[in-house]
């Protein structure tokens, strides 16, 4: 079977460079921190949601994702702890939710598991282990840019935390795995099928990612680009009505535009200078990005 795995920022900027930049900032360490905690903790109530749908079916599934459950609740306590016992916020993180992004992006009619139950199943298992491998990349980038940042004892106290959370969110990747192998061996068309879904939510997982972390000029366009590029993995008669919905958000993007003033207001209340030496040219370096992509 195809192996999807998660691209780069516009193609270009991998995990381990922005977490590089991630760590040099205390700011920005800690919100990233405080959203790794906020996934953590919604993951538990989406994965719910999906034992819920199933109501009983499938038992052995359900066993899973309720090991699942436990492992994200456990992992949300560890980063609450953390970021507590360093006198830091866990209320909700500033900025464009992945998930929120990545929920509104979803077909919700893939998960009517009571008409289509396999096909529903199909749907939330690649939807998971899409998401599940973009974590694994994160989480092994910031080990790796924390093992070469200066050794203080917050620093290592982070590493030492995210260290206990990586090796579980790796074998939610392999469950996930087995899982979808499993599905694909019954026939060929089962087979067809796994191969879409990872292909859709691969898709539906790149958009929801760069919409968390592309704030520069242009970044309305790309997410026209990503939307597209999703409704492409679909059925030609699902297209329309799935572009229809999701296209006046994608345009006019109203969270994006208040992220941009609540990141250039820091950016200037920080350092002015750094404001129009480095955030000015970044932002309008955005429409770069644009052109390039086509």
């Known amino acids: ?3 999807a795995y998660p691209r780069k920022l516009q193609n270009s900027i991998g995990a381990r460079e922005i977490m590089k930049q991630v760590v040099r900032d205390r700011e920005i360490h800690i919100i990233t921190l405080n959203r790794y905690r906020y996934s953590e903790q ?3 109530k989406d994965l719910t949601e999906v034992i819920e749908s199933l109501n009983g079916k499938e038992p052995r599934l359900i066993r899973d994702l309720s090991h699942h459950i436990a492992d994200e609740a456990r992992h949300a306590m560890w980063l609450t702890d953390l970021l507590v016992d360093m006198g830091e916020n866990v209320g909700t993180p500033p900025g464009n939710s992945y998930i929120d992004e990545f929920n509104r992006l979803l077909d919700k009619d893939s998960f009517d598991s009571e008409s289509k139950l396999e096909d529903g199943i199909i749907s939330a298992l690649a939807a998971i282990n899409v998401t599940e491998k973009r974590g694994c990349e994160y989480f092994a980038a910031h ?4 093992k070469e940042a200066p050794q203080t004892e917050e620093n290592i ?8 959370i990586f090796p579980e969110e790796a074998g939610h990747v392999r469950w996930g795995n087995r ?3 499993e599905i694909a061996k019954k026939s060929p068309e089962h087979r067809q099928k796994v191969e879409q879904a990872k292909k859709k939510y691969a898709a539906i997982e790149q958009a929801a990612y ?7 000029l242009g970044a309305e366009l790309r997410r026209l680009d990503n939307l597209l590029e999703i409704a492409n993995t679909m059925p030609l008669w699902e297209r329309p009505q799935y572009l229809m919905e999701r296209l006046p958000q994608a ?9 941009r003033i609540q990141i250039a207001q820091r950016a200037w209340n920080r350092d002015p200078q750094a404001f129009m030496e480095k955030f000015v040219p970044m932002f309008i370096n955005g429409l770069n990005s644009t052109v390039d992509r086509k």
């Not at 080990?143 to 924390?146: D, E, G, Q, S, T």
């Not at 345009?251 to 992220?259: D, R, S």
């Open 1 to 3: 079977m195809t192996v």
């Open 42 to 44: 919604r993951s538990c």
């Open 143 to 146: 080990i790796y840019a924390l």
């Open 157 to 164: 106290k982070i590493r030492e935390t995210i260290e206990r």
């Open 179 to 181: 899982w979808l192998a």
């Open 210 to 216: 760069e919409s968390g972390m592309d704030i520069t």
């Open 251 to 259: 345009l006019l993007a109203p969270q994006l535009q208040m992220t």
